[in-house]
Every structure is written in C-alpha cells, then in structure tokens.
C-alpha cells in the first residue's frame, strides 16, 4: 500500500529549486533506497509524522540524537524557557560549565572540553590538537568510519560516502588526503603495520569504538585495548569519536562499555538532545593547548549556544538520573526488534546478518559475519532498498542506506516491536520478488 505523498511531494519540488538534491544533507534524499523521501511535518514520542499526515515509527531518531524521543517534555520547556532569554550572546554563560560537568561525570577520561556545534567541528579540531600536541602530520582512521565532513577525513569513510560508493569527496586535494591512512576495522595487524612503516610520523588514530557508519560494526575481542596498547607505545593520541555511541551504548559511551581510556573523546548527537550541539574534550594536557591558553586556534560563534546548552542538560541530566532504568529498557526493546525482525528474515530465506551493540543495531542483507567494511559491503544494497521501501509503506521509517545503524530510544513500546516486526514479515515477501 503506497501511502498519500502529494504534499511531501510538492514541498520536494520547491526544495529542488533551492537546495542541492532538495537536502541539506545528502544521505536524507534517499538516493540509496529509491523512492522519494516523506517530508516530516513533526515529531513525538517514537513517531514522525509527514506532511500528508501519515505516521511512522521512527528508527533513526535524528541519527540517534532522539533517545528519549521527540519533543521530550522536559527539554521543550527548557529550550523554551532559554529562548525567553534570547538564542545567543556570543558570550559565556553558566550552563555550558553546567552541562560540562555532567559530561565529565559520565565520561571520566574527560579532564576538560569544548563545546561545537557538529560533530564535523569535534573531530577536526580534535585532530589539530593531537597534530600540534605531537608534532606530527599523519592521520589514521578506518574504512567505513565517518567523522564528518572535514577534508582529511573524506578517506576512505562511511555514512553518506559509502551509501553512495564514492572513494572520498571532489574537492579534497591529494596533499591532504595523502596524510589520512585509513585502514580495515578490526584488524591490529594493520595498525602495527601503519605504524611500522610511519614511525614516528603519526599523530592519532581516530576510531569509532562501535562502528556505526559502515553499518553497525562492533570492536573484536581485544581491539580497542590493542589500539590503545599501540598508541600509548608509539606516542599517538587516541581519539574515541563517540558522537554516536556516547550516551548511547552506555551513559558513559564505548569507553565506558569497553573499559578502554582513550586521550581524547569526540561527542555529538545525544549530547544536544537534538539541538546544534557537539564536543571534543580528554587529557587536560592536551586540551590546554588550545586558544586563548595554547597555540591552536579553535572557535565557533554558536559553540555553547544557550539553547543547545538547555536541550542538552535535559536529555543527559535525565539520562544520568534514570540510568538504571533507561539503559534496560533499550537494550530490551532493541533485542526484541533486532532479532524477531531476522527471525523472519530466517522464516523467509533472506540473507541477514544482525549487528548490534545496545540501542545500534544493523540487518545486514548478506551472509556473516560482518567484521568490517568489505564485508558489510558485500550486501545486496538493492535488497536493503526493497526492504526499506516496504517498511517505509507500512510505516515504519528507518535509516536510508544500508550502511547506517539503527536507533531506537525510550518512547518506543513493545507494540511498536511486534508491529515492526509484523511489518518486516509483508516486506521479506517484498525483498523477494524483485
Ligand atoms: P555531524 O557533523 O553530522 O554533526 O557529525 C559527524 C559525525 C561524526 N562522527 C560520527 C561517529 C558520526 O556518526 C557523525 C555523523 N553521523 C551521520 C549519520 N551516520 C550524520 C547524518 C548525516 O550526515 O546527515
């Protein structure tokens, strides 16, 4: 059942006119799914709702920013009450040292940081203190991983880039990508071999602790110490980019779930509560370095932005304080999705493998394991598509592209599970006709 889309359908067209693929970010044009996207009126709860009036359930959450939902009481009337006060002053205010303190209580590698206002600023700015606090040039990351849109770290990356299987970006000159290594997830060799062959030249590996832009990817046994073990022996800072599994995973991210101490920690999404909000803090050593203390130059006009401030005391303050309900009950209901939607994938001989770490998941459509991302990108991304465009018919909204995770947050309900659930059986029969 194809669902009424004339309105979304005119407000694309107007888009068109005026932004670049009618988006303003590319991965929401639904290129890698077919079809045309619906255009969201507004949210609640678990739900979207677009522009015609039809509902979804909604599991990617402002790619993961929404754990607690849309328009969660609390952070509305906080960023109501801010707004009172005016957006922005471009001046210090108190609640930035309130929501730092309780981002260090979460995070303990975190002896200071600095808020941004995308996860983009985090990451980039992050590398240029591990450069300048090293005194060295070269950069790895890994295939699939994203860290945003800065031009080093366009390489080889995940997310956007790999749903539309381009290498990197246009516009990158060779000199900079040059200084990116990037090398396959999950494999120590690799960086014992990177860093053999740069000794002394490399300044940081950036990493998602889970993988999330490659698809849902977790760490091997061992990895993450292993990568830690090498960076503190080779002098290398390591970043943990947790934009996506900070507060997610676990209140304390990855790093927290793992037990790996990182030297910096990148941060966005959940930290905002959905607003324009982001951080990069670790080694108070390090982050010294920056202006107005040390030589590395680093602002932002909106950086700690009153509104985003509220927005994220809220959502992380009510995270911190139901811990021990709210971590439960998404590891619950992710359980419950992730497995009885590959049941029927199972039931329906669909090749799946399923992914998952807490409240990110991912159903591959290929045969496991799925260890990295040559092997993610051995899915049938037609499939994915068919997949996707059946759920989407029947109201359920997830990520648009293969190589996303999942998301779900605390307004989902067990009836929102079996619906789901109810949902991918019809689709499988989809998947299979092509
Ligand atoms: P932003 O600049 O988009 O705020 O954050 C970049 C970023 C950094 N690190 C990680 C681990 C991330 O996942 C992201 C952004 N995530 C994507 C979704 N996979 C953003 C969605 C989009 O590009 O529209």
């Given at each position: 059942m194809s669902r009424q889309l004339t309105r979304s359908r005119v407000l694309q067209q107007r888009a068109e006119k005026l932004l670049p693929g009618g988006v303003d970010s590319p991965v929401r044009a639904f290129r890698a799914v077919g079809g045309e996207p619906p255009f969201v009126d507004r949210g609640e709860g678990a739900y979207l709702w677009d522009?015609?009036?039809?509902r979804y359930i909604d599991y990617f959450g402002s790619?993961?920013?929404?754990?607690?939902?849309?328009?969660?009481?609390?952070?509305?009337?906080?960023?109501?009450?801010?707004?009172?006060?005016?957006?922005?002053?471009?001046?210090?205010?108190?609640?930035?040292?309130?929501?730092?303190?309780?981002?260090?209580?979460?995070?303990?590698s975190i002896e200071k940081l600095r808020f941004v206002s995308s996860?983009?600023?985090a990451t980039m700015s992050a590398i240029r203190l591990a450069r300048a606090f090293t005194g060295r040039?070269?950069?790895?990351?890994?295939?699939?991983?994203?860290?945003?849109?800065?031009?080093?770290?366009?390489?080889?990356?995940?997310?956007?880039?790999?749903?539309f299987g381009i290498p990197g970006s246009a516009g990158v000159p060779e000199e900079i990508a040059h200084l990116t290594l990037a090398l396959p997830f999950n494999s120590v060799f690799a960086v014992e071999a990177a860093f053999a062959e740069h000794k002394g030249e490399i300044a940081c590996v950036i990493v998602e602790p889970v993988v999330g832009n490659a698809g849902c990817i977790p760490p091997a046994g061992g990895y993450l110490e292993a990568?830690?073990?090498?960076?503190?022996?080779?002098?290398?800072?390591?970043?943990?980019?947790?934009?996506m599994t900070g507060f997610r995973v676990a209140l304390g991210g990855a790093q927290e779930l793992y037990g790996v101490t990182p030297d910096m920690t990148?941060?966005?999404?959940?930290?905002?509560?959905?607003?324009?909000?982001?951080?990069?803090?670790?080694r108070a050593e390090i982050m010294d370095m920056l202006a107005p203390l040390g030589a590395v130059y680093q602002a932002g006009t909106l950086s700690g932005n009153p509104l985003a401030m509220a927005a994220g005391i809220a959502t992380v303050g009510y995270l911190m304080e139901h811990r021990d309900?709210?971590?439960?009950?998404?590891?619950?209901?992710?359980?419950?999705?992730?497995?009885?939607?590959a049941a029927e994938a199972a039931k329906a001989g669909v090749p799946m493998t399923t992914n998952r770490v807490g409240a990110m998941w991912t159903w591959f459509f290929t045969s496991g394991p799925v260890t990295d991302f040559a092997r993610a990108a051995t899915s049938d991304t037609a499939a994915f598509a068919r997949f996707h465009r059946a759920m989407l018919d029947q109201g359920v909204w997830l990520p648009p592209s293969q190589?996303?995770?999942?998301?779900?947050?605390?307004?989902?309900?067990?009836?929102?599970?079996?619906?789901?659930?109810?949902?991918?059986?019809?689709?499988?029969?989809?998947v299979l006709t092509a």
């Open positions: 522009a015609d009036g039809n790619w993961g920013a929404m754990i607690l939902g849309h328009a969660f009481p609390a952070a509305v009337e906080a960023v109501q009450g801010a707004a009172a006060r005016s957006a922005s002053f471009g001046a210090s205010t108190g609640a930035e040292a309130d929501l730092a303190e309780l981002v260090v209580k979460a995070f303990p996860g983009t600023e040039k070269y950069v790895v990351k890994f295939e699939g991983c994203y860290h945003g849109h800065s031009d080093g770290l366009l390489v080889k990356a995940g997310s956007g880039v790999a749903t990568l830690r073990e090498i960076t503190a022996r080779e002098g290398a800072v390591l970043i943990l980019d947790e934009v990148t941060l966005g999404k959940i930290i905002g509560g959905g607003l324009p909000c982001a951080a990069f803090g670790g309900e709210v971590y439960p009950l998404i590891e619950r209901l992710s359980k419950a999705v992730a497995e009885g939607v190589y996303e995770a999942v998301f779900l947050g605390t307004a989902h309900t067990m009836e929102d599970i079996q619906q789901t659930i109810a949902a991918a059986k019809e689709a499988f029969a989809a």
